[in-house]
C-alpha cells in the first residue's frame, strides 16, 4: 500500500509538471480558442498580479454566512446511471445547494480499475452558505442514502459526488483538498469542469478558478493538454444524452426527425392527416423512409395561426399518439411531441412521448418548464421573439448581428431551463429558422452555426456542445430563393439546406420528406468524417 501511495505521488508530480511546465504564477484570462489544443507556442494573453486565495487548515474551516460558488463532480457506474444522478440532484438541492448551471452529460471508461463498468460522468456549478467541511458532510450523507457504501478504491459504485472547487479557497485538511488533488489527469473529470466555465473570462470567480489550477494556461489548457475536443467521441469519453432508454451519442451521426403535422391550417400539409387513418399512414411512410424520431404538433405555428388552448390540442393530439405508441416500427424510435404548454407536454410523456419540442423556449407557457424538469426527458428550446402572431413583425426582424443575437436570446432561454431544473445534458437547441427572421436572416443562420455555437461558449462551454436541432422544411425563404410558391415543390431545397446545416453543426435535422433528407445528411456526415480525418 505504501508503495502504491508514492507510485500515485510521482505520476502526480510528474504529471503535474508535464501539463503546466511547473508552477507558474496565476494569470487573467481572456478569450482562448477551445476547438482545438493550444500550442505550446500559445500563451493566455495579458498578465496580472496573482489572486489572492484564501488558504484554509483544519482548525480555520467553519462556516461562512456568505454564499460560496461550487463546482461538484458526479460519477456512477452501478444501477441506473441516470435515475441516480437525477436523485442527486434533487437531494443536493434539498441539502442546501442551489444548482446554478450543469454540465453536459459524458459515458467514460473506467480508471485506474479498469475491470468495471462504464461511468457516467458529469459535473454542476452552484452556490451555498455551508463551509466546506459541512458540504463534504453533507455529500457523503447523499452518498449513503442512494446506496454507496465501502468498496475497492476507484471501483464500481453507485454515485460519486467530490467538491472541485469551493469559492475562491484552496483547501488541504486530512479529510478534504480543494481544488481536487488529481484534476490535472482526468478527462472525465476536465471535461465536464470545462463545460461550467465561459471562454471569455468575464466572470472573476472563473478567472479564480483558472488561477487556482496552478497551470498558467487554467483549466482550459488543462483539458487541452489531455487532448480536449479532439478524444471526445472516442471510447475513451462519449458526449451523450439520455432519450429513450438509450445514451445517444448525437456526434456519430445526423439524426432526421419527420414531421407529422395534425393541424387543418399548417403552412405545408395543413388538413392531410387530421384523421387518425391519415396520420397512422404517414408515420409509417415516415419511418419507412428512415426517420429516427417522428415529432407531432397538434398546433399551428404558422405566422398568425390563431392559438388553440391545451385541451383543444390535448383533444387532436391524444388519438394519434396511442395509435402511434402501438406501431411495431416504432420499436427503437423516438417519440416528440411540438407543444408550449406544460399540460400538454405531461400527457404526451405520460403516453410514451420521449422528446418535448417547445418553439417558445418557455415564454408561452412558463410551467412548460417546471413540468418538463419533472418529466425527466429531453427538452428542445427554440429561438423566437414574441409569438406566432407577432413574430414576423418589424421590430422583431430587427438585428444588427443575426447570429450573435440569437445566440444571445437563445442562451437565455437556455439558462431559464436549467434554473427551472432541466440540466444541460437533456437540452437541444433550435435558432427558430422561419420565427422572427427574414429570408436572407435564415440563411445567416444556417451558415453560422458555427458562430452561434461559439458565441455562447463565451458565457458557457457546455451550452456550445448541446445538440442543434435545424428545421428548414419547405419553409417560405426558400420557396424566395428558388421560386417555388408551392411548399411542397421545396424538397430538393431543403435538401440543400439540411446539408449547408450539417456540414456547419447541426445534430438533427427536422423535415417533412424523410426520404431526401436522410439521403442528403448520409452524404454530408461522410464528408464530415472525412474532413475530421
Known amino acids: 500500500m505504501l508503495r502504491a501511495k508514492d507510485t500515485f505521488r510521482k505520476m502526480y508530480s510528474a504529471a503535474k509538471g508535464y501539463y503546466c511546465g511547473g508552477l507558474a504564477a ?37 462556516g461562512d454566512s456568505a454564499d460560496q460558488e461550487i463546482v461538484i463532480a458526479l460519477g456512477s457506474n452501478v444501477g441506473d446511471r441516470v435515475s441516480t444522478f437525477d436523485r442527486a440532484l434533487r437531494l443536493m438541492r434539498s441539502s442546501g445547494i442551489k444548482i446554478t448551471r450543469h454540465a453536459c452529460l459524458y459515458e467514460t471508461a473506467p480508471a485506474y480499475v479498469t475491470d468495471q463498468p462504464r461511468f457516467l460522468n458529469s459535473a454542476v456549478r452552484g452556490t451555498t452558505k455551508l463551509g466546506p467541511h459541512e458540504l463534504l458532510k453533507r455529500l457523503k450523507e447523499i452518498e449513503k442514502d442512494i446506496g454507496r457504501t465501502a468498496g475497492i478504491r476507484y471501483g464500481p459504485r453507485p454515485i460519486d459526488l467530490d467538491i472541485l472547487l469551493y469559492g475562491d479557497s484552496r483547501i488541504s485538511t486530512e479529510t478534504l483538498i480543494v481544488p481536487h488533488e488529481r484534476i490535472h489527469e482526468r478527462p472525465f473529470v476536465l471535461a465536464p469542469l470545462v463545460d461550467l466555465l465561459g471562454s471569455s473570462a468575464d466572470d472573476s470567480m472563473e478567472k479564480s478558478w483558472h488561477s487556482l489550477s496552478m497551470c498558467s494556461g487554467g483549466f482550459f489548457d488543462l483539458w487541452n493538454k489531455l487532448g480536449g475536443e479532439s478524444i471526445v467521441g472516442t471510447e475513451g469519453i462519449k458526449r451523450v444524452m439520455y432519450v429513450g432508454n438509450t445514451l445517444l451519442d448525437w456526434r456519430e451521426r445526423t439524426l432526421v426527425m419527420g414531421v407529422l403535422n395534425l393541424t387543418p391550417d399548417s403552412f405545408s400539409d395543413g388538413g392531410k392527416f387530421q384523421e387518425v387513418e391519415a396520420a397512422i399512414s404517414q408515420a409509417r411512410l415516415l419511418l419507412s423512409e428512415g426517420a429516427d424520431i417522428i415529432d407531432i404538433g397538434a398546433q399551428s405555428t404558422r405566422p398568425f395561426a390563431r392559438r388553440l388552448s391545451a385541451e ?29 404548454y406544460g399540460q400538454v407536454a405531461a400527457e404526451a410523456v405520460k403516453r410514451g412521448a420521449t422528446m418535448i419540442n417547445d418553439v417558445s423556449g418557455g415564454q408561452l407557457d412558463p410551467d412548460i418548464l417546471q413540468v418538463v424538469a419533472e418529466l425527466g426527458v429531453p427538452y428542445v428550446t427554440m429561438h423566437m421573439r414574441g409569438d406566432p402572431s407577432t413574430m414576423q413583425n418589424e421590430q422583431n426582424l430587427r438585428y444588427d448581428d443575426v447570429c450573435k443575437e440569437v445566440a444571445s436570446e437563445l442562451y437565455a432561454r437556455l439558462r431559464a431551463a436549467e434554473l427551472s431544473g432541466i440540466p444541460l445534458w437533456r437540452i437541444v437547441l433550435d435558432p427558430g429558422i422561419g420565427f422572427s427572421k427574414k429570408s436572407t436572416q435564415n440563411i445567416e443562420v444556417i451558415a453560422g452555426l458555427e458562430s452561434i455555437r461559439e458565441e455562447m461558449g463565451k458565457m458557457s462551454l457546455g451550452a456550445s456542445h448541446v445538440p442543434i436541432l435545424l428545421g428548414p422544411s419547405r419553409k417560405s425563404f426558400l420557396g ?47 464528408s464530415l468524417k472525412y474532413r475530421r480525418k
Open 26 to 62: 496565476p494569470n487573467a484570462f481572456q478569450a482562448l480558442d477551445l476547438r482545438h489544443p493550444l500550442s505550446s507556442s500559445r500563451k493566455p494573453p495579458g498578465h496580472a498580479n496573482p489572486f489572492r486565495f484564501r488558504s484554509y487548515t483544519q482548525c480555520a474551516l467553519v
Open 480 to 526: 424566395q430563393i428558388c421560386n417555388r410558391a408551392d411548399p411542397v415543390e421545396r424538397d430538393a431545397a431543403t435538401a440543400s439546406a439540411v446539408t449547408i446545416a450539417i456540414l456547419n453543426g447541426a445534430n438533427i435535422v427536422r423535415v417533412h420528406n424523410v426520404r431526401y433528407n436522410v439521403d442528403a445528411a448520409k452524404v454530408s456526415d461522410a
Open 312 to 340: 383543444e390540442e390535448l383533444e387532436r393530439l391524444v388519438p394519434v399518439l396511442d395509435a402511434i405508441m402501438k406501431l411495431p416500427e416504432m420499436e427503437g424510435k423516438l417519440l416528440s411531441v411540438d407543444t408550449f
